[in-house]
């Protein structure tokens, strides 16, 4: 965090006192880490709390690779996780050609971002349940114990416009000092980027009580397998092309999404039709004849 005090100095454990891992045994005169400051700095987290561990496990198919526990000290593990990763997303196996070799389909970067999100939000009060990473074929499921605050929504999680409010300000504030979070929330702006930036499906949150789950399908045709929307199964790949846009935009007249996908608007209209009856999206309550008319993404199942 490049902070100017040695680690032996008085004024180094004030510091620490103040931004709460630490506090002063006035009895004792010295200073004793926080349960925050144990989770973050302390040698054994889990000695104290049992449930401070990443689940990460991968599968391709009958190819699977050993289970990793990761439960070192906060701090340490965004760069393990990482290096982790980057081991797991080259293995996926060439199903063609019946062989394995490096196939980079994910973007690393986004998936460090959101692990260390599951990380920094979750509910440590949540005893016996573990964050975790899970990998295969079709999908990446990101766990994390513990419902949304509850000025957070799933529908503002769904449309990446959830506000940058933590569960655990003192462990978003240290990992903000090392660069690890800009202490803005569950990273929306880079989930909102994964169609445009780099062509992919965007991910999915429901609550599976104690979890809060993110599900990134990692191909166009594996979002009918895992989205819990099963409404989607009815669209063919031009019309589920044009559903994945239209939820990284939010909402769209019949004119965007024709000029976006390269269709006449009658093509348009007809896919735009089809995702209203499919209640996968709904209008905005204009006139259909209004320049203001617009196509807006549903929620769940039809919300």
């Not at 971002?113 to 975790?132: F, L, M, P, Q, T």
């Given at each position: 965090?490049r902070?100017?005090?040695?680690s032996?100095?008085k004024?180094f454990?004030?510091?620490?006192s103040?931004?709460?891992?630490?506090?002063l045994?006035?009895k004792?005169?010295?200073?004793?880490p926080?349960?925050?400051?144990?989770?973050l700095?302390?040698?054994?987290?889990?000695?104290?709390?049992?449930?401070?561990?990443?689940?990460?496990?991968?599968e391709?198919?009958d190819?699977?690779?050993e289970?990793?526990?990761?439960?070192?000290?906060?701090v340490?593990?965004p760069?393990?996780?990482e290096?982790w990763?980057?081991?797991a997303?080259?293995?996926?196996?060439?199903?063609?050609?019946?062989k394995?070799?490096?196939?980079p389909?994910?973007?690393?970067?986004?998936?460090?971002?959101?692990?260390?999100?599951a990380i920094?939000?979750r509910?440590?009060s949540?005893?016996g349940?573990?964050?975790?990473?899970?990998?295969?074929?079709?999908?990446i499921?990101?766990?994390?114990?513990?419902?949304?605050?509850?000025?957070?929504?799933?529908?503002?999680l769904?449309?990446f416009?959830?506000?940058?409010?933590?569960?655990?300000p003192?462990?978003?504030?240290?990992?903000?000092?090392?660069?690890?979070?800009?202490?803005?929330?569950?990273?929306?702006?880079t989930?909102?980027?994964?169609?445009d930036?780099?062509?992919?499906?965007?991910?999915?949150?429901?609550?599976?009580?104690?979890?809060?789950?993110?599900?990134?399908?990692?191909?166009?045709?594996?979002?009918?397998?895992?989205?819990h929307n099963?409404?989607?199964?009815?669209?063919?790949?031009?019309e589920?092309?044009?559903?994945e846009?239209l939820?990284?935009?939010g909402?769209?007249?019949?004119k965007?999404?024709?000029k976006?996908?390269?269709?006449?608007e009658?093509?348009?209209?007809?896919?735009l039709?089809?995702m209203?009856?499919?209640?996968?999206?709904?209008?905005?309550?204009?006139?259909?004849?209004?320049?203001?008319?617009?196509y807006?993404?549903?929620?769940?199942?039809?919300?």
């Amino acid at each position: 965090a490049r902070l100017k005090y040695k680690s032996k100095d008085k004024t180094f454990q004030r510091y620490l006192s103040d931004i709460g891992v630490m506090q002063l045994d006035e009895k004792a005169n010295i200073y004793r880490p926080t349960g925050m400051g144990i989770l973050l700095f302390g040698e054994n987290p889990r000695a104290k709390y049992k449930q401070a561990a990443l689940m990460a496990n991968v599968e391709y198919g009958d190819y699977k690779v050993e289970p990793r526990t990761f439960d070192q000290p906060l701090v340490l593990i965004p760069d393990l996780i990482e290096t982790w990763l980057l081991k797991a997303l080259y293995l996926s196996k060439d199903t063609k050609q019946f062989k394995r070799k490096d196939v980079p389909d994910f973007p690393v970067d986004v998936l460090r971002e959101v692990i260390i999100n599951a990380i920094v939000h979750r509910d440590y009060s949540i005893e016996g349940a573990k964050s975790s990473i899970e990998i295969d074929n079709d999908k990446i499921v990101v766990k994390s114990p513990g419902a949304p605050v509850p000025s957070i929504t799933l529908e503002q999680l769904n449309t990446f416009k959830a506000p940058s409010i933590s569960r655990n300000p003192i462990i978003t504030y240290v990992f903000g000092l090392m660069d690890y979070v800009e202490e803005k929330g569950f990273g929306m702006k880079t989930l909102r980027s994964l169609n445009d930036k780099f062509k992919l499906p965007l991910p999915e949150y429901v609550m599976e009580n104690p979890f809060l789950t993110l599900t990134f399908p990692r191909t166009l045709e594996a979002v009918k397998r895992v989205s819990h929307n099963t409404a989607i199964a009815e669209l063919n790949n031009d019309e589920l092309m044009g559903y994945e846009w239209l939820k990284s935009k939010g909402e769209a007249t019949k004119k965007e999404y024709a000029k976006h996908l390269k269709y006449d608007e009658r093509k348009a209209l007809r896919h735009l039709s089809k995702m209203k009856t499919l209640r996968l999206i709904k209008d905005n309550g204009e006139k259909p004849n209004s320049p203001n008319f617009k196509y807006i993404i549903r929620q769940g199942n039809g919300n």
